[in-house]
């Protein structure tokens, strides 16, 4: 059975730095593997997608790597800003059917 | 606002009362999905759909049903509350899993059963 573990659950840091979200999965057979944001009392917004035959993806200051063979993927956050706080999820696609698989979520809070 | 509609955004039910969450979507999106999140716990998947008429069991299906009469409506239907079912539902959509990046969600909908 996939599982989805995101560590640490909780991460403050200064604005400015880069940081660095992780995600581990149990089962190498994914089909692909996502990142979202989630804002309090708000819906999920999608990050980035990470196809099973890619490395990594990018989107502005964002950038996240995914290495299947160890089950593992980041989440690269450059220059962070206060506007970068909320909570982050991973979210795989196994092989085998529609349903998205998803972790606990790491809140991040970055201080002014 | 094209998107996911989600009504309502809060109720509170006895136990042993029904209710149903709406959602309705305007992208003409084929795939709907409910999940429900608890405090501290990522998503997990009650019901799915992948068209109108077609519907299935994901993850947590117990003490709710659903239905999919339409593209843009897949409503999830409490029978009998229990406080177990306390928890944050999310209904998203998409057209294509395999592009993923084009899950759009609902804003939420918190219901606590007392």
């Known amino acids: 059975k996939q599982e989805v573990t995101q560590i640490p659950a909780a991460l403050s840091v200064p604005e400015g730095e880069n940081l660095v979200l992780n995600c581990s999965f149990t089962?190498?057979?994914?089909?692909?593997l996502q990142w979202f944001r989630q804002d309090p009392g708000k819906g999920l917004t999608s990050l980035l997608l990470i196809q099973s035959s890619q490395r990594e993806q990018t989107s502005g200051r964002l950038n996240a790597s995914l290495d299947k063979s160890s089950g593992r993927s980041t989440l690269y956050i450059a220059a962070s800003q206060p506007g970068d706080s909320a909570t982050y999820l991973c979210?795989?696609?196994?092989?085998?059917?529609?349903?998205?698989?998803w972790g606990a979520g790491t809140k991040l809070i970055i201080k002014p | 606002n094209a998107g996911v509609t989600q009504t309502p955004k809060f109720r509170i039910l006895k136990i042993g009362q029904s209710m149903t969450l709406q959602c309705t979507q305007d992208?003409?999106?084929?795939?709907m999905y409910w999940y429900r999140q608890d405090p501290g716990m990522g998503l997990k998947l009650i019901y799915y759909?992948?068209?109108?008429?077609?519907?299935d069991k994901g993850e947590v299906p117990n003490g709710y049903n659903v239905s999919r009469s339409t593209t843009e409506d897949f409503p999830l239907r409490l029978e009998l509350a229990a406080p177990s079912q306390t928890s944050v539902y999310f209904c998203a959509s998409t057209h294509d899993p395999g592009q993923g990046g084009g899950y759009t969600f609902g804003s939420g909908t918190r219901l606590t059963v007392v």
């Open positions: 992208m003409n999106h084929n795939y």
């Open positions: 759909s992948v068209g109108a008429g077609i519907t």
């Open positions: 979210a795989v696609r196994p092989d085998s059917n529609y349903q998205l698989i």
């Open positions: 089962d190498s057979a994914i089909y692909n």
